[in-house]
C-alpha cells in the first residue's frame, strides 16, 4: 500500500488497511474494497469489545461453556434460555444471586458481564467493599460526579459480595446513591453473602436498608444456588485422584 493511500486511510480515520489488502483477492473493484472494509469493520468490533471486557474489570475470565446451570432454581417467568439470553439487561430488570459459599454466584455474574461485553454492552464488575471504597476515595478527591456519571452509562452493574464488610454510614449512602440511579434505567445483578434479613449489619440503617432492597428487588429475579461447594468438590476429588487437576 502507498504511503499516500495510508495517508488518506488516516485522513478517514480507516485505521491501517494494508494488512487486509494483502488477504483478500481481486475479483472486481466493488467486490474488493466490500471485502477490505468488511474485515476493518469486523477487527474494529473486536477492538470494542476487548475494551468493554478491560473496562469491566473482571476478577478472572470464566464463560457459559462447561458451566453446569442445573443446580441453579429459576423463578417463574425466566427459562435458561432467557437467562443466558440476557434478555433481563434489554428489560432493565435485576438478578439476585442466592446461595451458599462456592455455588458459582460470582462465576455466573462474570459468565453473563463477559457475555454482555460481546454483544457490545457496557458492563462493571465491583466487589461491593471496593466499590464502596472507590465512591467515597473519590468523595474525597471530588471526583465523584464524573464517577456516578461513568456508573450511569453502564447496561450492567455487578455488585458482588455485598455483605461482608461492614460499610461505613457514608459508604452506605453513596452505595444507596448509585443502587436508585440504577432502578428501572440499568440492571444490577447483585451477590449477598449475608441474608436480605440481615443486611442492616453492614448498611447500618434500617430505613435506608429497606429502601435499599426494595429497590433491588423490584424487577429482580432470584436465582437459588443450590448444591454443594465446587471448590469443596474439585479439592475432594484431588485429595482422592491426585493426577486430577480440576
Ligand atoms: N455450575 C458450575 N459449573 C462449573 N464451575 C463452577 C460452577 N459453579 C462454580 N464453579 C467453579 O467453582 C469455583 C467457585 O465458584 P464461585 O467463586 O463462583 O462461587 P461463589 O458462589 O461466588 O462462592 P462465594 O459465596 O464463596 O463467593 C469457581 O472456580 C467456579 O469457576
Ligand atoms: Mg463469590
Redesign the pocket.
Known sequence: MSEQLKAYCRQLRLGNLAPFVEQVDYLDKEQFITEILALALKQRETERIKGLVRAAGFPSP?TLD???LE?ITLPHGLTREQLVSLDFIDQKENLLLL?A???????LSIALGLKACTQGKKVKFYRTADLATTLVDAWKLGTLSKLTRALAKLDLLILD?VGYVPTSKQAAELLFTVISTCYEKQSIIV?P?LELGRWNKVFGHDRLTAALIDRLIHHAHILS?SGGS??FGQALRRARNPEDQQ
Open positions: 470464566k462447561g458451566y453446569e443446580p446461595g459459599v462456592g455455588t458459582g454466584k460470582t462465576h459480595e451477590t453473602n444456588f465446587y471448590r
